[in-house]
């Protein structure tokens, strides 16, 4: 290898920013490649996003997603800064899954009630313990990285969406307008598969 080659080589290295920090996942179930993409804003303090949670994503799940016709990405729209923080606790395993997701909201009223912030803070910590999902809780509301991907997540679905409330249903890139409920997502997949 010349000289001027090494020389660049070596500059690459010392003044190029390396990016060693990997990317935070989306929380995702289903196949990437399904037909049927969804994506769905949310506030983890909303009981409308609880409710599908409850009684809309396990129909979903079943009749959908786990045969791979359908694909749920789950945006974070935090409406509120108890939100926000659970939203960087359901992120903070970084692996993509939904299971903390999906146990926070399945579990809202455990763990959204108190005057203040620390409170609600001291709440969501004792619902995350009491399912040992082995995380750092401080760590993980003081992680950056994720309140980043999460605010970006915000500014995306306002940009590119116009979401201004939660939750908001992208089907296939395309704002999902009816009532929220199985069998009106189910006619939208249907003509879609």
Not at 45 to 68: E, N
Not at 72 to 97: M, T, V, W, Y
Request: hydrophobic share 40%; with cysteine; glycine share 2%.
């Amino acid at each position: 290898m010349n000289k001027s080659v090494l020389k660049i080589l070596f500059f690459l290295l010392i003044f190029l920013p390396v990016n060693s920090e990997e990317k935070v996942k989306s929380i995702i179930d289903g196949n990437l490649d399904a037909k049927v993409n969804i994506i769905v804003f949310e506030s983890l303090t909303c009981s409308h996003c609880a409710d599908f949670h409850k009684h809309v994503f396990p129909k979903l799940k079943k009749q959908y997603i786990d045969q791979g016709l359908v694909s749920i990405e789950f945006k974070s729209f935090p409406l509120d800064l108890a939100a926000f923080n659970a939203s960087k606790i359901a992120h903070c395993k970084n692996d993509g899954d939904s299971k903390i997701l999906h146990y926070l909201f399945l579990n809202q009223d455990d763990w959204v009630k108190g005057e203040t912030i620390d409170q609600l803070n001291i709440n969501l910590k004792a619902i995350i313990n009491k399912q040992n999902f082995d995380i750092d809780f401080n760590k993980c509301l003081n992680n950056k990285k994720i309140e980043d991907h999460i605010l970006e997540d915000r500014i995306k679905g306002v940009k590119k969406f116009e979401v201004n409330a939660t939750p908001t249903i992208i089907i296939n890139n395309k704002k999902f307008d009816k009532p929220l409920n199985f069998k009106n997502l189910k006619k939208i997949i249907e003509k879609l598969i």
